[in-house]
């Protein structure tokens, strides 16, 4: 049975640093991965997609990577703002229903 | 603009009545499912749906049902809720099961 681990569960830093999000999975036979974003109160925002034979994937100052056979992905945010202050959430898609089996995410605060 | 859209957004209602959560995606997505999120246990699959009148069951079917009659609409239907459905649900759809997901504003559902 997959199941997925995000250490930290809270992380607090000063706005500008550089900070790495960890996702663990346990079984190494997946589809992709999916990052996501979810503010109070609101809905998922899909931010980065890797397919399962791809190592990582970029957008403006996020960056993912997978390594399938260590059963781990990274988040790497770049220049941290208040605004990125959100929780993060990691998801795996391991069989062909289409079903994401997710972290419990990483809630991170940017201080100003 | 792209999107999937829930209604309603909140709900409070009483044990019994029955009650649906409407699902729409304006993307031509043949994949859509549906999420519950509680706290301590995350996000968990209820229903899928592969295309228009395909749809199967999640890790937590039991008090849903769903139906597909169109390509743009997935509903949540609860016959007769009851308080253990209280919780936050999402709608989600995606070209295909394997593809980026994309999820609703979410339907925060208390049943009292």
């Known amino acids: 049975k997959q199941e997925v681990t995000q250490i930290p569960a809270a992380l607090s830093v000063p706005e500008g640093e550089n900070l790495v999000l960890n996702c663990s999975f346990t079984?190494?036979?997946?589809?992709?991965l999916q990052w996501f974003r979810q503010d109070p109160g609101k809905g998922l925002t899909s931010l980065l997609l890797?397919?399962?034979?791809?190592r990582e994937q970029t957008s403006g100052r996020l960056n993912a990577s997978l390594d399938k056979s260590s059963g781990r992905s990274t988040l790497y945010i770049a220049a941290s703002q208040p605004g990125d202050s959100a929780t993060y959430l990691c998801a795996v898609c391991s069989g062909n229903t289409g079903k994401l089996i997710f972290g419990q995410g990483t809630t991170l605060q940017v201080k100003p | 603009e792209a999107q999937v859209t829930q209604n309603p957004r909140y709900l409070i209602t009483v044990t019994g009545k029955k009650l649906t959560v409407t699902c729409s995606q304006n993307m031509n997505h043949e994949y859509m499912s549906w999420y519950r999120q509680d706290p301590g246990l995350g996000l968990r699959q209820i229903y899928y749906s592969m295309n228009v009148e395909v749809t199967d069951k999640g890790d937590v079917p039991e008090g849903y049902k769903v139906s597909r009659k169109e390509k743009r609409n997935f509903p949540l239907i609860l016959e007769s809720p009851s308080p253990n459905q209280t919780s936050l649900y999402f709608c989600?759809?995606?070209?295909?099961?394997?593809?980026?997901?994309?999820f609703g504003p979410g339907t925060r559902l208390t049943v009292t």
């Open positions: 989600a759809s995606s070209p295909g099961p394997g593809d980026e997901q994309y």
């Open positions: 890797i397919q399962s034979s791809q």
């Open positions: 079984d190494s036979a997946i589809y992709n």
